[in-house]
């Protein structure tokens, strides 16, 4: 588990967001699928991603936009099946 902080110990990050919900009062049957781990995990990327993020050193402006997609990647979608 990454955090901004490389100190953070998971086990008491867990705990407190844990101890926070029970101070909102959101216990059991309420949270049925939602708990500390699930929190985490719902914003956690994969390695490749991470990785891929961090070798990039790009930075998108006004002047210089950045597109990510190819332009014939949709090519062809919105278009009648010639085949038919």
Known sequence: ????DDNVNAKERFEA????????????DQLKW???????????LPKEVRALLAAEKRVM??????????????????QADEKK
């Open 1 to 4: 588990m990454a955090f901004k």
């Open 34 to 44: 939602y708990d500390s781990i699930s929190h985490t995990r719902m914003f956690a």
């Open 61 to 78: 402006t006004v002047e210089n936009p950045l597109f990510m997609q190819e332009s014939t990647i949709n090519a062809g979608v919105f």
């Open 17 to 28: 967001l844990d101890e926070n919900l029970e101070k909102m009062g959101l216990t059991g």
